[in-house]
């Protein structure tokens, strides 16, 4: 069970932060709770991937904090060749209704909006998308993922 934690003060960015620490990890993929590609994804915001191991070119699409999905193609060792915007979160992710107050000191100041990702059958992401009180994309933040078949995500191991 994953409980509110109430964001404010200096602390406002650190309970989205820590999210992926509550979720439960799965045995057997990676070596370790802190190798395990689902982590991995979540952390650092990659709603899917696509690897051609023999071509020496991958692609994480990953949702950028100011609100892109961008596509980040990488080398064998999980650097980055480049990138490019694909999309943007409203345009691409459907809105399920989840709308969030986050106050601080009794001012309503960002709203916690929940958006899916279904770019096809069998991938899809949820991501919570905080916006001011003007709409101003301020932080994003993939929370869940859900995959038909076997995964592999490349990284670069010195991120971490």
Same mark, same amino acid.
Request: net charge negative; glycine share 10%; charged share 25%.
């Given at each position: ?39 991995? $994804? ?12 023999? !071509? ?9 904090? $100011? ?5 980040? /193609? ?7 060749? @480049? ?5 943007? /979160? ?6 399920? !209704? ?11 100041? *960002?709203? *916690? ?13 949820? @991501? ?7 709409? $101003? ?6 929370? #869940?993922?859900?995959?038909? !078949?076997?995964? #592999?995500?490349? #990284? $670069?191991?010195?991120?971490?």
């Amino acid at each position: 069970v994953v409980t509110d934690v109430p964001l404010g003060g200096d602390d406002a960015l650190q309970p989205a932060a820590d999210l992926t620490k509550r979720v439960p990890t799965t045995a057997g993929h990676g070596s370790g709770a802190d190798k395990d590609p689902f982590n991995y $994804n979540l952390e650092h915001n990659i709603l899917y991937s696509v690897n051609d191991y023999q !071509g020496n070119r991958h692609r994480n699409r990953r949702l950028d904090q $100011n609100g892109d999905i961008v596509d980040e /193609y990488l080398d064998n060792d999980g650097n980055e060749q @480049s990138r490019q915007v694909v999309g943007y /979160y409203k345009d691409d992710m459907a809105f399920n !209704g989840h709308n969030r107050s986050i106050e601080v000191d009794g001012k309503v100041n *960002e709203f *916690e909006l929940q958006y899916e990702y279904k770019p096809f059958p069998g991938i899809e992401a949820v @991501s919570w998308i905080y916006v001011d009180t003007e709409g $101003n994309v301020l932080r994003t933040k993939v929370i #869940s993922e859900a995959q038909g !078949g076997g995964m #592999s995500t490349v #990284s $670069n191991d010195s991120e971490e």
